[in-house]
């Protein structure tokens, strides 16, 4: 739901103000009747009496997903327990940090159908892990949204109240309701890493070639829509990306620079490439041949460490350090794609996720937080070192409770297993080999039917 004067979302079981006829339904926000003078507000140009709106909550349970988009189903094909390995080299670098060997997390697969001339079509899908409370950090509570795609056969095809394409908004809506979904059950964080699918990337066989390919910034672009929505609906409380996050101390962060504290996901970019660099790293040391140029490798690793401010230079540690350099820059000219959407709040010193006791906000300096943790080693330095850091003045920290965050983030449902539906790999095989092909409505259409069948049918070969 949305208010005509100003266009934002009215959240969920937000109050606003209405004004039916037999016609018509005219919402207005609270700020928007509030700022309005008068007797009156202005509604599409025309003027109506404020008495006659009704203060309501938007809580109604039959209330429309999309004026016109009919027939919508949403299907959870896939739910399954897996485990993503930490790589050899990977692991052995932090060997003495007891780092674990995998992470297990829940695959699921999520499908959307529309009926079109009387046949479900399959418009939209998504592959998610969800790494639980359960896991062990630098996973715990965290979602990534691994792999997403849609193909545009959504009807209509018009324009929604609020500008934007009629598909656009319904696939907004799914994604803002499953981090409403993952926020509820206790996830902290969420990853989206923001790049146009390469050759064999899809969730869909051929896509239609009418619907272009989209960029790398119109694709973050259309990924931060969907999160400042969320943040209006105060599902999302931050937003910012994993360069940021983990590479950069600013302000009062006391977070150390180690990739140890790097979410680990299944297929994700970066395990991969911080892999190839270990291997890069232990190669330039083994190279006995080479063994002057290896000590002048040395000795220049170790200049570049102290001139970047890291005083432990000894064996892992350094390694941990050169691999975060070198992570850094490969990282850091595309930043901006490597989303990073915070359910809950994080410590401002110590970067972590506060999902219980009290989070302490300073009601002086903008977003900052820290956790109980934090609080105390505050307290136990002299005022003058005391946030805000580097200033003559002491701002007072007020404990704020932390509710609503379940100790366990299980959802209850059970396992739906299917060896056409267990990866994205598993999904786009099926199709290629028996042509179930996407790149007309009339394919579509026959594609969504055997699609159906497979699901109900799993045993069939």
């Known amino acids: 739901m949305y208010c005509f004067p100003c266009g934002a979302r009215i959240r969920r079981n937000g109050p606003y103000y209405a004004y039916d006829t037999r016609d018509t339904h005219h919402s207005v926000c609270i700020p928007c009747y509030n700022k309005s003078r008068g007797h009156t507000i202005e509604v599409e140009g025309q003027m109506f009496p404020k008495a006659r709106f009704q203060k309501k909550r938007n809580d109604e349970e039959t209330e429309e997903c999309v004026a016109g988009a009919d027939g919508l189903v949403v299907r959870v094909v896939s739910s399954v327990d897996k485990k993503v390995g930490v790589k050899p080299r990977f ?42 409370a359960e896991c062990a950090f630098p996973n715990q509570r965290r979602v990534y949204l691994s792999y997403l795609d849609s193909v545009k056969y959504l009807r209509p095809g018009i324009k929604a109240a609020t500008g934007e394409a009629l598909c656009t908004f319904v696939y907004h809506e799914i994604l803002i309701g499953y981090l409403e979904y993952c926020k509820q059950r206790g996830f902290t964080s969420c990853y989206i890493w923001a790049r146009p699918p390469l050759e064999g990337d899809n969730i869909f066989y051929c896509n239609p070639t009418i619907q272009t390919t989209r960029t790398s910034d119109k694709l ?35 977070a150390k620079v180690t990739a140890s504290r790097l979410p680990y996901f299944d297929g994700d970019y970066w395990p991969g490439v911080a892999e190839d660099m270990v291997n890069q790293l232990h190669q330039e040391e083994d190279d006995q041949k080479l063994q002057k140029k290896g000590n002048a490798k040395k000795i220049i690793r170790k200049r570049a460490l102290e001139a970047a401010g890291h005083t432990d230079l000894s064996g892992n540690a350094s390694e941990d350090d050169m691999l975060m350099q070198k992570l850094g820059e490969t990282i850091y000219p595309m930043e901006e794609d490597f989303i990073m959407v915070h359910l809950q709040y994080s410590c401002s010193n110590c970067r972590s996720f506060m999902s219980s006791g009290k989070r302490w906000a300073c009601h002086q300096c903008r977003s900052f937080y820290i956790c109980d943790k934090c609080y105390s080693a505050e307290q136990e330095l002299e ?9 003559r003045e002491t ?44 790149d007309t409505l009339r394919r579509a259409k026959h594609s969504s039917m055997m699609v159906l069948y497979r699901l109900h049918n799993p045993t069939v070969v």
Not at 221 to 234: G, P, Q, V, Y
């Open 383 to 391: 005022e003058r070192e005391r946030h805000p850091s580097n200033s």
């Open 395 to 438: 701002h007072e920290l007020h404990p704020v409770d932390i509710v609503g965050v379940p100790e366990e983030t299980k959802d209850g449902d059970g396992i739906i297993e299917s060896k056409f539906f267990d990866t994205r790999h598993a999904f786009l095989s099926l199709c290629q080999e028996n042509h179930y092909q996407f």
């Open 91 to 132: 692991l052995e670098t932090f060997q003495e940090d007891n780092y674990p060997t995998e992470f297990p997390y829940k695959s699921k697969a999520v499908l959307l159908f529309q009926k079109i001339d009387g046949v479900e079509v399959c418009l939209f899908g998504m592959y998610v892990q969800e790494f639980g």
């Open 220 to 254: 973050r672009e259309w990924c931060l829509a969907m999160i400042r929505k969320a943040t209006k609906e105060e599902i999302v409380v931050e937003l910012t990306n994993l360069y940021d996050h983990f590479f950069i101390t600013t302000g009062e962060c006391k």
